[in-house]
């Protein structure tokens, strides 16, 4: 009998073992973060002065331009051009069947000229050989060209899996967002601002624009030689980027309505993160002016160690972009991107979509990894694994396409 007591103390103390360490967090069993509640979230559907706002008409004449203009005052700033009146494209290389016949691909040099000069940059793009125009994702590439966005596919990378995004119908597009501004304060007076006025000086206007957004501009000169090319769908274009790049996606998406979707892939603080939760081991405005004061225009750091009581935040830039497609994604260990604030920002913008009578994250809270909400306009989903881009989160981007009709 005694023996037997024994023996049940023995085996409830290893059950016990057993049961805690399926909740803790082992390399084979990456937590789920918990999730903190965001807190005094400034309301979506209210305008400045106090009116709520309930239909599309009232978001598309009052409150999306209020909010635009507090986002480019305060934080990405304002573009002294959109599209220059100079604006060519040319043939940098011949165009050349690859990828075992499965793809053309174009070399395309963009050139621009501006008051202070000529400037020119040259992307890449992967056209799926097919009877249809391809629908395509363009991606910002934040990383070296040499190694993640090889034309000539020597260098193959997962960064931009070319191959498998154009094996769907897609077409793969990449540009280096370097060759439009340098990613250092130098970048500032190099490049797209070179060419259209000196923003480097310390007296620059409060609000002129910075790095992230001439990135994004960028973006959208790939996007009119798209509208020029008859091989590929210009309604069914994507931009996509990670991390600095992921929150010039955004940028992107918000600034110019042409892209269909935009998918910001671990973009966190100053991208899709919330700033109205409390992530403390995430990135907050006071880190990021501080590294790179140059992403954005000079106003913005009046809100460190103030963002929680900023008017504004990014869950209302994310917003901007309906009734369009989103895609916002985090990764387990990406604790500095804050994944519970990106998850947030998404589920905050929804009430924008429904405006449109469609549904933006449709979740019942923050999801388990490898488990993507595309229900609605907004995809979420968490990737277990560090800060990067990988096949995975293509995929996911991908079949959110696929399932709103982008391939026919
Ligand atoms: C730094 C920066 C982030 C940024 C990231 C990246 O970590 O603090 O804001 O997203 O670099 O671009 O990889």
Not at 18 to 30: D, H
Not at 274 to 296: C, G, K, M, Q
């Amino acid at each position: 009998m005694k023996m037997r007591s024994q023996y049940a103390w023995i085996k409830w103390c290893m059950e016990a073992v057993l049961a805690a360490m399926a909740v803790l967090p082992t390399a084979a069993n990456p937590a789920v973060p918990s999730a903190p509640e965001p807190k005094d979230v400034p309301e979506l559907m209210t305008t400045f002065k106090g009116e709520k706002v309930t239909t599309r008409e009232q978001w598309e004449k009052v409150r999306a331009p209020e909010l635009l203009a507090e986002f480019t005052r305060e934080e990405y700033g304002r573009r002294p051009v959109e599209r220059p009146k100079t604006l060519s494209f040319a043939a940098a290389e011949p165009d050349a069947v690859m990828m075992d016949g499965k793809a053309i691909r174009k070399r395309v040099r963009v050139s621009y000229g501006g008051k202070y000069g000529t400037n020119e940059f040259t992307f890449t793009a992967f056209i799926p050989r097919q009877e249809q125009p391809a629908p395509a994702f363009i991606l910002i590439c934040n990383r070296s060209a040499a190694e993640n966005i090889d034309p000539t596919r020597e260098k193959k990378s997962d960064f931009w899996p070319a191959e498998q995004i154009v094996a769907r119908g897609y077409a793969a597009i990449a540009f280096w967002n370097g060759d439009i501004a340098p990613d250092c304060n130098r970048g500032l007076s190099e490049g797209v601002f070179a060419v259209f006025g000196d923003t480097s000086r310390p007296d620059r206007p409060k609000d002129a624009w910075g790095v992230l957004s001439a990135w994004a501009w960028g973006a959208s000169r790939v996007m009119d030689w798209i509208e020029t090319e008859p091989l590929l769908d210009a309604k069914h274009v994507a931009v996509v980027g990670h991390s600095r790049g992921g929150k010039t996606a955004l940028v992107a998406g918000v600034y110019d309505k042409r892209f269909a979707m935009a998918c910001s892939n671990d973009s966190g603080c100053s991208g899709a993160k919330l700033n109205h939760i409390d992530l403390p081991r995430s990135e907050h405005l006071a880190d990021i002016v501080t590294t790179f004061p140059y992403w954005f225009c000079r106003n913005y750091v009046r809100h460190v160690n103030a963002e929680k009581s900023w008017r504004v935040d990014q869950h209302e830039f994310v917003a901007l972009i309906a009734p369009r497609l989103v895609c916002i994604a985090s990764a387990t260990g990406d604790a500095w991107a804050g994944p519970e604030g990106e998850y947030a920002s998404g589920a905050l913008a929804s009430p924008a979509w429904e405006l449109y009578g469609k549904k933006g994250l449709v979740s019942n809270g923050f999801p388990p990894p490898e488990t993507p909400l595309q229900e609605g306009c907004i995809s979420y989903h968490l990737r277990t694994g560090k800060h990067n881009l990988t096949p995975y989160d293509w995929k996911v981007y991908m079949d959110f396409a696929d399932r709103h009709g982008w391939r026919k």
